[in-house]
């Protein structure tokens, strides 16, 4: 157990709906990264926060996609008018300071219908 | 760019037998490398690192050199056991230019290790 929490761990949605998926960082960690894995993929970066502000977004996070952190601790990243590709596992990960080694939640495996 | 790419699996072995899975990696920077394991329905776990290059990471038995030569960062265990059939995945991590370590795995290798 590294200390990084995620919930829901699963989720079932319907295409169109919107899902919110929300991350618990170990307590102490300031940086916080959101990635998507696919099947039989290594997982791809999202998005970064350092502390409460969001400093850098990859290509993949369409319009649809919002994520916050609004006091520093939690994150919830949010997926609107869900569509069949974004069925993957979302992952979360923090870290401390200007350490490199990111420590991962265990997920959570989104399967849009 | 970079990029990490990693021997496609799976890769089976019976109890004991040397394990090697390959990972070449190509940076535009001075990357530090890494190596995570996942188990079935578990998050990213990290095994080993190393940080520049001829730093050789080791855990649990598991050990990986940082070639720069070769750029490779290849993963090696002498004896496996079946506890140790997962995914791994090879990483580099590299500071962006505002100054945070984004992370590059690739593909993951799966180990079934029978008895």
């Known amino acids: 157990d590294t200390g990084v929490s995620q919930d829901p761990r699963h989720k079932i949605t319907k295409r169109g709906q919107n899902v919110t998926f929300r991350c618990d960082p170990i307590s102490e960690h300031n940086r916080l990264y959101w990635y998507r894995q696919t099947l039989g993929q290594g997982p791809e970066f999202l998005t970064y926060?350092?502390?409460?502000?969001?400093?850098?977004k990859s290509r993949l996070l369409s319009d649809r996609f919002s994520a916050e952190r609004p006091k520093g601790s939690f994150s919830t990243l949010e997926i609107q008018r869900t569509e069949q590709g974004d069925s993957a596992m979302y992952l979360c990960?923090?870290?401390?300071?200007?350490?490199?080694?990111?420590?991962f939640g265990p997920g959570t495996r989104l399967l849009v219908l | 760019g970079n990029s990490v790419t990693q021997m496609e699996g799976p890769v089976t072995l019976s109890e004991e037998a040397f394990l090697t899975i390959n990972c070449t990696y190509t940076a535009t920077g001075y990357p530090s490398l890494f190596w995570y394991v996942q188990y079935p329905g578990e998050g990213l776990q990290l095994l080993l690192k190393?940080?520049?290059?001829?730093d050789k990471g080791s855990n649990k038995g598991f050990e990986a050199t940082y070639r720069k030569e070769t750029t490779s960062f290849h993963l090696e265990k002498g004896s496996v056991q079946v506890s140790d059939s997962a995914v791994y995945f090879c990483?580099?991590?590299?500071?962006?230019?505002?100054?945070?370590?984004?992370?590059?795995f690739g593909s993951g290798t799966k180990l079934n290790v029978k008895p």
């Open positions: 926060f350092q502390n409460e502000a969001q400093l850098e």
């Open positions: 990960a923090s870290s401390l300071g200007r350490e490199e080694t990111q420590y």
């Open positions: 190393a940080t520049k290059a001829d």
């Open positions: 990483a580099l991590s590299d500071m962006e230019p505002d100054n945070f370590n984004k992370f590059y």
